[in-house]
């Protein structure tokens, strides 16, 4: 039997959505307030800004601990939402999770802590440098969540050093995403092949240029 003009029209809309909803990661909890521009994808906007964040081992970040505080913050995000998307190979979560392991380290938080109380100070420290006010900063990021609390975190954020796991998890999972794009699987279906990291969180494809 012939549905109803409307019902045709909602049964269109309904699969539109569907198809949407198909050509692109699965975002489970919301990002902070701030981490990214409103979207209807943060996680690959996260992934995005992230990639070019930890370019040539992070050097974009070195002086700039306002970009550095919101490029930490975006790849915990990343790294948390990781897991939740079927079709992303179990090995680059396992390079994500290695790679916000060298960031925390880097910035000596406490690799232990929830990755959403992280980001959200992250966030509220970026958000104050970016408006002038080192002390709101420094508030931002207490100890024990940074060891020796908010004046040492953000003398680390300053210069955080080389990054290459950030630069190679970052960009091994745009490549991934590129991948599942073509082939149109984001939705319902299994994880893709590894792509070249030990269950250790190692690296085995070449790094970027460095320093």
Avoid: H
């Avoid at 909890?29 to 964040?53: F, K």
């Amino acid at each position: 039997m012939a549905l109803p003009r409307a019902g045709s029209a909602i049964l269109a809309m309904l699969t539109l959505a569907a198809c949407d909803e198909m050509r692109r990661p699965q975002a489970g909890a919301a990002p902070p307030a701030g981490l990214v521009a409103p979207s209807a994808d943060p996680v690959r906007d996260a992934m995005n800004l992230a990639v070019d964040d930890f370019i040539d081992q992070g050097r974009k970040l070195q002086g700039n601990p306002t970009r550095a505080a919101r490029a930490a913050a975006r790849l915990e995000y990343v790294a948390e939402a990781a897991p939740g998307w079927g079709p992303i190979s179990p090995s680059i979560v396992i390079a994500l999770r290695g790679a916000r392991s060298e960031v925390r380290s880097a910035l000596a938080a406490d690799p232990e802590a929830s990755p959403r109380l992280v980001m959200q100070a992250l966030v509220a420290a970026s958000n104050a440098l970016a408006r002038g006010d080192r002390a709101a900063a420094a508030s931002a990021l207490p100890a024990p969540l940074f060891r020796g609390g908010g004046e040492a975190a953000l003398r680390l954020l300053e210069q955080p050093g080389p990054l290459p796991y950030a630069e190679q998890a970052t960009a091994l999972l745009v490549q991934e995403s590129a991948r599942i794009d073509a082939e149109q699987r984001w939705y319902g279906t299994q994880a893709a092949p590894d792509t070249g990291v030990t269950s250790g969180g190692t690296l085995t494809e070449g790094l970027g240029r460095g320093y």
